[in-house]
């Protein structure tokens, strides 16, 4: 009932135009703020709200590749990824001419080769990207020997972290276990988070946040023509126009969960793969490929 009357209220409103709708403006900055923080932040730390995972991983490639060309003068850009990334990252590298360099999963963890990775980092290297968790295996990758090794290398190199699957689900396991597994900001080597409100947050469908941990990175995400006839033009996603209901229904959403909202579904959710885990196991036929370690349970079977 909360979504459907935000629906409503906000149904022809248009975040393109801060002028007109700065409410608008006011609530998204909130929903950043809120990711930020959940995230450990720091200070110089902005985002914005994409229409979903897939625009907030293409949006962060674009503007590592900006970042590379302008700043690095890399004109033959790579990204390394797993074989377990998310697609649209290939995809995102189809569009904006990156070329993807894609490693095999470590054989018994499922997660990123940190071996293979030393072996493939060269000075056209842009970006590595970790996933938290994978879609299908439902484990996260090692972002702080993935981290290590990249400040080792080169510090120009940008580490991404896609947790848009599990990015409202980790930082309340972390209060939950009463353990903070540094799975953010806090992560010196990360520069940047996609997370999607769409999935665990509860909101409606076509809201994702992407943070970067500097000003510097995000501001080569977005798109600026000063000189249009129509007026300045300014747009930090792909889109011009976007759905001013959805950011109101998000942060609607956001309110009335709450972290203790989050904390309490989270306890939930993962007494549910808890079980779902324990009752594959009594099954014969079935093979649990990776011990699941948040919300997605990984099987086999040759039957």
């Known amino acids: 009932d909360l979504v459907i009357e935000s629906y409503k209220l906000f149904q022809y409103s248009n975040p393109l135009h ?36 897939t625009e907030s991983i293409f949006m962060a490639c674009k503007a590592y590749r900006d970042y590379s060309l302008d700043v690095l003068n890399i004109t033959e850009p790579e990204m390394i990824i797993s074989k377990s990334a998310h697609v649209a990252f ?20 499922k997660k990123l080769d940190t071996n293979l990775l030393k072996y493939n980092l060269n000075k056209n290297t842009i970006l590595v ?27 120009n190199i940008g580490f991404h972290l896609d947790a848009c699957l599990g990015g409202f689900l980790l930082p309340f396991m972390d209060i939950l276990n009463k353990h903070n597994r540094g799975l953010d900001f806090n992560c010196i080597g990360l ?17 994702s946040v992407l943070m970067y941990r500097n000003k510097e990175l995000a ?9 249009w006839t129509g007026g ?3 747009s930090p996603t792909l889109a011009g126009s976007r759905s001013g209901e959805l950011i109101a229904s998000t942060w609607a959403t956001m309110m009335y969960f709450g972290k203790k909202g989050y ?17 594959l196991l009594k099954e014969s036929e079935i093979t649990i490929i990776v011990k699941p370690e948040v919300s997605i349970i990984s099987f086999t079977t040759k039957t």
């Open 90 to 109: 290939k995809k995102s590298a189809h569009y904006l001419n990156i070329k993807i360099v894609e490693l095999e999963d470590d054989k018994k963890t």
């Open 263 to 279: 904390i309490w579904n989270t306890n939930k959710i993962l007494k549910i793969v808890d079980y779902i885990y324990n009752e």
């Open 219 to 227: 501001h080569y995400q977005y798109f600026v023509d000063p000189d």
């Open 18 to 53: 801060i002028d007109v709708f700065p409410g608008l403006q006011i609530m998204e900055s909130s929903i950043v703020n809120m990711c930020l923080e959940l995230y450990n932040a720091p200070p110089n730390s902005i985002g914005n709200i994409t229409s979903g995972g």
């Open 191 to 207: 520069t940047s988070i996609s997370m999607d409100t769409h999935k665990y947050a509860c909101s409606p469908k076509g809201t």
């Open 232 to 234: 300045i033009y300014i």
């Open 129 to 155: 990207v970790a996933s938290a968790p994978s879609f299908a295996n439902g484990v996260i990758d090692p972002i702080h020997e993935i981290s290590t090794i990249i400040q080792k290398y080169n510090k």
